[in-house]
């Protein structure tokens, strides 16, 4: 059967790292494919035989973006095995890459030739306006913190995953790097006793067990994790009738590093007979992704 992952985003976001990713463990890959194509291609693949096809579309792409959920929509009613990647960046790491790699958006001829400004930022809005649409319906990946070795591990989880289901994620994050624009979810747990004033435990993480073991002795710890399950168990329901395809739920604290990972990975434990589930963590310390 014919797997086809999609790679899409903004312009920076680091699709071509997803790509190349994928191309290094098998993927056929074709990049910058014109929208009206993708029917075609498809086809074309399913008949010569390929059993895993990466393509990546975007705003260098000739045609139309306005079909393109359209067309992922009809795609999937004909029982296509698709997983889209919207991959993003907010946009003070956008203009720091461009800033590091010296390249000119892709919108900025456009831009010019329409006679609006054409200024970087001006690029990088006009980007999320056309892409809003797709951004809105597919599985987002916030990219601003994380390493190329932690994209290419959530991208190669995420596309070995199979699809029956709503894919729930629970991911661990630092709320002084910001909140990731890939949550659906989010819940604080500042509030929580924290490992970082203990000398011993500050330099460990919430999947060691001495962090683990200190958390654990707190009622409000046991308390925040009831309560967060239990509203997910509640509503995930909805969410899966709700016709998405996933689900993010992001756990934040100061740093990233003990009590959201911790909390992170107590969730992960309730929720284990769901599938497909994923376990993230954007502390770089903790860059493996695992199912």
Not at 216 to 225: D, K, Y
């Amino acid at each position: 059967m014919l797997n086809i992952v999609l790679i899409t985003g903004i312009s920076g976001s680091g699709k071509s790292v997803a790509l190349r990713m994928l191309e290094d463990t098998g993927y056929t890959c074709i990049d910058n494919l014109p929208v009206r194509f993708l029917h075609e291609f498809i086809a074309s693949t399913q008949d010569s035989g390929l059993e895993r096809v990466a393509v990546a579309i975007d705003v260098r792409t000739p045609g139309d973006l306005d079909d393109l959920p359209g067309i992922l929509t009809s795609l999937r009613a004909m029982g296509t095995a698709l997983h889209v990647i919207f991959l993003e960046a907010d946009d003070h790491t956008l203009m720091q890459r461009y800033s590091e790699s010296r390249r000119r958006h892709p919108l900025t001829d456009r831009l010019q030739h329409e006679g609006l400004e054409a200024s970087l930022q001006d690029c990088i809005t006009r980007e999320r306006e056309l892409l809003a649409p797709l951004r809105n319906q597919e599985h987002v990946i916030d990219t601003s913190d994380l390493a190329p070795g932690q994209l290419r591990a959530w991208v190669r989880d995420l596309v070995q995953t199979d699809r029956p289901s709503v894919i729930l994620t629970f991911e661990s994050f630092a709320y002084k790097r910001g909140v990731p624009h890939d949550a659906d979810l989010v819940f604080d747990v500042r509030c929580l006793p924290n490992p970082h004033y203990d000398a011993q435990l500050r330099p460990l993480t919430g999947r060691d067990a001495p962090v683990a073991a200190w958390l654990a002795q707190f009622g409000s710890v046991e308390s925040m994790i009831d309560d967060i399950a239990a509203f997910i168990r509640k509503w995930l329901p909805l969410y899966m009738q709700d016709t998405r395809n996933y689900l993010t739920v992001a756990i934040g604290c100061t740093g990233g590093q003990h009590r959201s990972v911790y909390v992170t990975e107590q969730l992960a434990r309730r929720f284990a007979d769901h599938s497909p589930l994923l376990v993230r963590h954007r502390n770089p310390k903790l860059q493996e992704t695992r199912p």
